[in-house]
């Protein structure tokens, strides 16, 4: 199967709410994970644009929900970080419920990239989201970002920690994932494109 080509990516709108998504019925893919993971440069490796998505030094830039048309076919959703942002817990509450809102109440909605940092073992609010998303049976990808910060050879011993700590289906996917290098790339929009059919 041939990977994806990106011909067109374009952002489109910034919505904190309903009535601020896109009509149509396009289906989307939603980005979720912490707030320094690397959602943004996972969003520009995959559609080969440096600077489609804005990438910040400073966790928490991400405060409302960002659409973004891949191919006039369907869009990639990146939601706001969770776990680190320096803000205050009620502005961390009304993200939240805009996420559960977007995630539960999304018709378009194909499923959820889960984006980890593979240097490190998923954190409680991983891992809340990955349960979170099997219990309301979202379909789930989970990308092990920054593999290029580990040698290759140890990438089967991080996934299997990854695996084991969200107690991660079987049939769930844990990809190693580099925006630096694109590892990964082409299993990504493989199993993109599966949530996509």
Partial sequence: MKTMIVKDAQFIISAVSEKQYPEG????????????VGKSSFINRMTNRK????????????????????????????????GYAAVSKKERRSWGKMIENYLLGRKQLKGVVLLLDIRHEPTGDDCLMYQFLK???????????????ISKGKHAKHVKIIREKLQADPEDMVIPFSAETGIGKDEAWKAIENLLD
């Fill in 25 to 36: 019925s396009l289906p989307e893919i939603a980005m979720a994970g912490r707030s320094n």
């Fill in 135 to 149: 219990h309301c049976r979202i379909p789930v990808v989970v990308i092990a970002t920054k593999a290029d910060k």
């Fill in 51 to 82: 600077k489609l998505a804005k990438t910040s030094s400073k966790p928490g830039r991400t405060q409302t929900l960002n659409y973004y048309l891949i191919n006039n076919r369907f869009y990639f959703v990146d939601v706001p970080g969770y």
